[in-house]
């Protein structure tokens, strides 16, 4: 037969590990919680390019650029132009034999933010301008 003094220990006993759990386990969630704060998900593919800040460095939310991506499968955007400016244009690309055209382009999802990109001439100039809207004076490139 086992003593109520030993009963009432291990009764005790049993309480305090029930506590120990509760409290062990409200310091992992607040772990699970810390370490999806430490988690970046960039919203597009790529990998990172130049990092902005080094580890220590205070950053803020949504003020603090903490690197670039370099995006592995580039976006390649069909645009039209007016036609007045697509000589100017041409002549220029050609004139720079290989050098690339820097432009900045600005999407009407986030008009804040530009983006670097580079324009290509194709090879055939019925792939540049195949479609010529008389209208509105642009040219742009047919679907397909």
Request: glycine share 6%.
């Amino acid at each position: 037969m086992i003593a109520k003094e030993e009963i009432d220990k291990l009764a005790a006993e049993l309480d305090a590990a029930k506590a120990a759990t509760v409290a062990m386990r409200a310091r992992l969630e607040l772990a699970k919680l810390n370490i999806e704060a430490t988690q970046i998900i960039a919203p597009i593919a790529g990998r990172i390019g130049r990092r902005l800040v080094d580890e220590g460095n205070l950053v803020k939310g949504s003020d603090t650029l903490l690197a670039t991506i370099v995006v592995a499968n580039p976006l390649n955007v069909l645009f039209e132009i007016p036609e007045c400016d697509l000589l100017p244009l041409v002549r220029k690309m050609r004139e720079a034999k290989g050098a690339e055209l820097a432009v900045e382009v600005h999407f009407a999802a986030n008009e804040k933010e530009l983006y670097s990109a580079k324009v290509e001439l194709p090879g055939q100039q019925s792939r540049c301008g195949d479609r010529n809207d008389h209208r509105t004076g642009r040219v742009g490139k047919s679907e397909g």
